[in-house]
T-cell receptor, first 113, second 114 residues
Framework: KAGVTQTPRYLIKTRGQQVTLSCSPISGHRSVSWYQQTPGQGLQFLFE???????NKGNFPGRFSGRQFSNSRSEMNVSTLELGDSALYLC????????????FGSGTQLSVL | EDKVVQSPLSLVVHEGDTVTLNCSYEVTNFRSLLWYKQEKKAPTFLFMLTSSGIEKKSGRLSSILDKKELFSILNITATQTGDSAIYLC??????????????FGKGTLLTVNP
């Protein structure tokens, strides 16, 4: 079974731009979560999608948004990038009925200059 | 606000040593505590604990949860250089219906020197 796939692996943007990150979950997993990881704050929850619906949301500004498609693939978008958005963005999927057991992708390393 | 605190933040040991990593939490509607290992980018699942006092084991790694004192420990015996990683503790709570919410600690960076 293929793991969680995130693209792109690395991204460099400038302040004010927007970015879209993509995540393909493990086949059969319908829950997809997104996390931001920085050295100072650790892993912080962004949002979770299940069957194309946002089920949970963390404490991030509205510039961070996401969506899930009918094939469970998910995208997250960050608009009007700020320097502080530089981070590793991790996507995770989980099997039905075991939401806590997350299978993570290798992440997208975003640098905002 | 949910809180998960891991200690120590970093640790350097020699191969063969035994280490104990700590995780304490303050979470309402507790559902589970999980440990993950992050070597490069993708954290990988180690254990999920839901019941107090029951030890989970996998090879040289073991973990136990104390729901009364609100903490968990992760033990690694006979450490190897391949155990060098960030160890993440996460606590899940019920969040209405079948929803849950996971809160992660900042992690413990373990370095095992040969």
């Amino acid at each position: 079974k293929a793991g969680v796939t995130q693209t792109p692996r690395y991204l460099i943007k400038t302040r004010g731009q927007q970015v879209t990150l993509s995540c393909s979950p493990i086949s059969g997993h319908r829950s997809v979560s997104w996390y931001q990881q920085t050295p100072g704050q650790g892993l912080q929850f962004l949002f979770e999608y299940f069957s194309e619906t946002q089920r949970n949301k963390g404490n991030f500004p509205g510039r961070f948004s996401g969506r899930q498609f009918s094939n469970s693939r998910s995208e997250m978008n960050v608009s009007t990038l700020e320097l502080g958005d530089s981070a590793l963005y991790l996507c995770a999927s989980s099997p039905r009925g075991l939401h806590e057991k997350l299978f993570f992708g290798s992440g997208t390393q975003l640098s905002v200059l | 606000e949910d809180k998960v605190v891991q200690s120590p933040l970093s640790l350097v040991v020699h191969e063969g040593d035994t280490v104990t990593l700590n995780c304490s939490y303050e979470v309402t509607n507790f559902r589970s505590l999980l440990w993950y290992k992050q070597e490069k980018k993708a954290p990988t699942f180690l254990f999920m604990l839901t019941s107090s006092g029951i030890e989970k084991k996998s090879g040289r790694l073991s973990s136990i949860l104390d729901k009364k004192e609100l903490f968990s420990i992760l033990n690694i015996t006979a450490t190897q250089t391949g155990d060098s990683a960030i160890y993440l503790c996460a606590v899940g709570r019920a969040s209405g219906g079948s929803n849950y919410k996971l809160t992660f600690g900042k992690g413990t960076l373990l370095t095992v020197n040969p």
